[in-house]
C-alpha cells in the first residue's frame, strides 16, 4: 500500500556511509529514514562476493575511526580482510549501533523531487513508500552500478552468467566446469586464482592488461594490531595527512623518481615491492606527475611480471603499456602465477575482438573465429562509476531541472558535496572530491560529519535551506579539472574518467589529495560557508 511519511532526513544506501549518516543523524536528534535497494546492510560488501574479494587497503585503516570503542573493540584477523570479514564488521557497526531499524531494506529509491513551496524534498521508492524529506544524502556508493558490458547475445548465454558485483549468495560449484572471465581490472585480478583453482578450465578474456604489485597478505600479527590500537588516533590523524587518506605507516623517502641515480631508484622499488600493495605509487614523489618517472615504475612492474610468468608469449600478453596508476593499480595475491597453470589460458581480445556470445561459449572474431565453449561465464566487467547511481535516480531539483539534464557535459558539484540547483541535497564523496583515489572510509567520515555539522549549523541559525552557489561551483569544477591536467591520470581510458561506458562524457570525476582537499573544505566553513546560499 502507498504510504508517505514526513522525516527531517532520508538517506539512499547502506553502506559505510549511509550507516554513519544515520548514525550522524540520530545524535543530531533528527527523524532520519534510510533506504537501501540490497537486504542487507554493507553495500559494495553486501554485493561484491566474488571469490578473492578483500580490501586492498589495510583493514586496520579501512576501517571507522568516530568510535574509539568500537576501533578497539573490533579485531581483524588478515592485514587486507575478506569480503565476509568486512561485511561482519559492518554487520556488527549496524547492530552496536542500533541503525537496521533506521532503514528500509530491499527498496530502490526512484526519484526525488525538491518543492520550493514546501522547502522539501520528496522522494519515491518502487516499493511505494514515498518520503517527504527535509534533508537528502545519497549515498549512493561511486562503485555500486555495474555496467552492462554490451556483448550480442550475452543474454543467450544457456549456463550461469555471473557477475562478480552481483556474486550469488549462494556459493556455485565450479567443479569439472569449463569457466570465462571477460575482464582483467580489479575484480578479476582477485577472483581468477581462486576460480582457476576450482574449476576444471579458465579462459580469461583481456582486453587491456593491468598493472598488478603483490598483496603480500598474511594474518595479523596480534602484536602489531595492539601497537595500532595503542595509538590509534595518531594513525588516523596521520592517514588524514596522506594524500591517499592511507598508508602512514609505510617507510618511504621524499624525493623524485629520476631525481635519485638509478642503483638508488631500484633499491626503492624493490623496497616497496617487498612492503606490497596501493604505496607502491608512493615510492617516488612524481610516479602520477612526470612521464619519464612513471616510466621508470611502469617498466620495473613489467619486468616483475615477465619474471612471475614463465611463457614469454604469454608475459607479453600480459604486460601492461599504459602509465602505471592511470588505472586503479591491482592488488595481487597468486594473479600472475595462475597464469602458469595449463588448465589457464589467456585471449586477448584487443586483438581477436569478442564478436558475441553464444548459447555455449564466446565466439571470437579474426583470422579463425574461434569459438570458445564455456559452461559459466563470469563478468568481471566493472561498474558506472562515481555517477551511475545518482544517474539512476530521477532527482529533480529548482524549476523542473534535472540532475541527469544538468550534467549531461558531466557532473559538476560544489566541492563534491553539493550541486547548485539542488537545495540540502548533499552527495557523500560525490565527484569533485577524493573519492576513489583515497581510502574511501576517511573520505566517508570527512563527508558525513562535514553533513551532519552543517545540518546543525542550519538549526542554530534558524536556516531552512543550504544551496551551492553557480559561481562558486563553476569555480570548483575549473579548479578539479585543473589539479586533473596537472597529473597523468587523464593519459588513459578510466573509470575515473567515464571512459568505460559508452557515451559518458570523458570528465576526470575525483580530485587528488585528501589533505589539501580537507583543508579548503575547512577554509569554506570558517568562511562562514563561503560559496553556499543558507537562506
Ligand atoms: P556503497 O558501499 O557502494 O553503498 C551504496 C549503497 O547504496 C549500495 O548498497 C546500493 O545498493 C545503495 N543504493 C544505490 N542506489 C540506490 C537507490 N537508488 N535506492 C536504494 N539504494 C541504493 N575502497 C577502499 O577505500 N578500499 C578498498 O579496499 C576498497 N575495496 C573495494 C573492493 C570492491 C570489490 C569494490 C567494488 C569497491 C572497493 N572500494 C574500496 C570502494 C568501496 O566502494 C568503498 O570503499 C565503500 O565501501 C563505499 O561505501 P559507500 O557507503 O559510499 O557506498
Ligand atoms: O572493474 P574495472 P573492477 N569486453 O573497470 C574489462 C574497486 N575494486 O570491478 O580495461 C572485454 O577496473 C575492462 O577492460 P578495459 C577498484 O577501485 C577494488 O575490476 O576497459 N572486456 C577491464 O579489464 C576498482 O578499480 C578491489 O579494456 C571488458 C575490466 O573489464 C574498481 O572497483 C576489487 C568489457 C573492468 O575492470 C572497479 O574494478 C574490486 C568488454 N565489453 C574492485 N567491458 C580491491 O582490490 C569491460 N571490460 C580492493
Excluded at 556511509?17 to 536528534?29: D, S
Excluded at 554485493?47 to 568500537?70: I, K, M, Q
Excluded at 576460480?195 to 598474511?218: D, G, K, M, W
Amino acid at each position: 500500500m502507498a504510504t508517505t511519511r514526513s522525516v527531517d532526513m532520508l538517506v539512499v544506501g547502506a553502506g559505510f556511509a549511509g550507516l554513519y549518516m544515520v548514525h550522524r543523524a540520530r545524535g543530531l536528534g533528527l527523524d532520519v529514514q534510510g533506504v537501501e535497494a540490497a537486504d542487507g546492510v554493507g553495500g559494495t560488501w553486501w554485493w561484491n562476493r566474488y571469490p578473492g574479494a578483500r580490501c586492498d587497503v589495510e583493514s586496520l585503516e579501512y576501517s571507522y575511526s568516530f568510535d574509539d570503542d568500537l576501533q578497539q573493540e573490533w579485531d581483524w584477523t588478515e592485514r587486507y580482510a575478506t569480503q565476509p570479514e568486512i561485511l561482519r564488521y559492518i554487520e556488527h557497526v549496524a547492530d552496536r549501533f542500533d541503525l537496521r531499524r533506521s532503514f528500509r531494506f530491499g527498496t530502490r529509491v526512484l526519484a526525488a523531487t525538491w518543492s520550493d513551496d514546501t522547502a522539501r524534498w520528496t522522494v519515491e521508492t518502487d516499493a511505494g513508500a514515498t518520503y517527504e524529506a527535509r534533508f537528502v544524502v545519497m549515498a549512493t556508493g561511486c562503485l555500486s552500478v555495474p555496467i552492462d558490458p554490451g556483448i550480442p547475445g550475452l543474454d543467450t548465454f544457456a549456463g550461469p552468467l555471473l557477475y562478480t558485483s552481483r556474486w550469488p549468495h549462494e556459493e556455485p560449484d565450479l567443479t569439472g566446469l569449463r569457466v570465462g572471465v571477460v575482464g582483467t581490472g580489479s575484480s578479476a585480478v582477485q577472483s581468477i586464482p581462486l576460480i582457476a583453482e576450482r574449476c576444471a578450465s579458465l579462459t580469461v578474456f583481456q582486453r587491456t592488461p593491468t598493472y598488478a604489485v603483490p598483496a603480500h597478505n598474511r594474518p595479523l600479527d596480534p602484536e602489531e594490531q595492539a601497537t595500532v590500537k595503542a595509538r590509534y588516533a595518531e594513525l588516523r590523524a596521520a592517514n588524514r595527512q596522506m594524500s591517499i587518506g592511507a598508508g602512514s605507516r609505510v617507510p618511504r623517502i621524499d624525493a623524485a623518481a629520476l631525481e635519485v641515480d638509478e642503483a638508488t631508484r631500484r633499491e626503492r622499488y624493490e623496497a616497496a615491492w617487498e612492503w606490497g600493495g596501493l604505496p607502491f605509487l608512493g615510492a617516488f614523489n612524481d610516479l602520477l606527475l612526470d612521464p619519464a618517472a612513471n616510466e621508470t615504475a611502469a617498466e620495473f612492474v613489467r619486468a616483475k611480471i615477465r619474471e612471475q610468468v614463465p611463457d614469454p608469449e604469454v608475459a607479453e600478453r600480459l604486460t601492461p603499456r599504459q602509465v602505471i596508476g592511470c588505472k586503479r593499480l591491482c592488488v595481487d595475491t597468486g594473479y600472475y602465477a595462475t597464469y602458469a597453470r595449463d588448465d589457464v589460458r589467456l585471449v586477448d581480445v584487443s586483438a581477436t575482438p569478442i564478436v558475441s556470445v553464444t548459447p555455449t561459449g564466446v565466439q571470437l572474431g579474426g583470422d579463425d573465429g574461434e569459438h570458445v565453449d564455456l559452461d559459466v561465464l563470469v563478468m568481471a566487467t566493472g561498474f558506472d562509476a562515481m555517477t551511475g547511481a545518482l544517474d539512476r535516480i530521477v532527482i529533480t531539483g529548482r524549476d523542473g531541472v534535472t540532475l541527469r539534464d544538468r550534467w549531461a557535459d558531466g557532473p559538476k558539484t560544489y566541492l563534491g558535496l553539493a550541486v547548485h540547483g539542488f537545495p540540502n541535497l548533499f552527495t557523500v564523496t560525490g565527484p569533485g572530491s577524493p573519492s576513489v583515489l583515497t581510502n574511501m572510509v576517511v573520505s566517508i567520515e570527512h563527508h558525513v560529519d562535514w553533513i551532519a555539522d552543517t545540518v546543525a549549523l542550519l538549526d542554530e541559525r534558524g536556516a531552512a535551506t543550504i544551496e551551492a552557489e553557480a559561481a562558486a561551483q563553476d569555480e570548483w569544477v575549473s579548479y578539479v579539472n585543473a589539479v586533473a591536467d596537472l597529473t597523468l591520470f587523464p593519459t588513459c581510458g578510466s573509470w575515473y574518467l567515464g571512459a568505460n561506458v559508452p557515451g559518458k562524457p570523458r570528465v576526470f570525476m575525483p580530485l587528488p589529495g585528501f589533505p589539501l582537499y580537507a583543508e579548503q573544505v575547512a577554509d569554506v566553513v570558517r568562511d562562514g560557508h563561503r560559496g553556499f546560499t543558507l537562506a
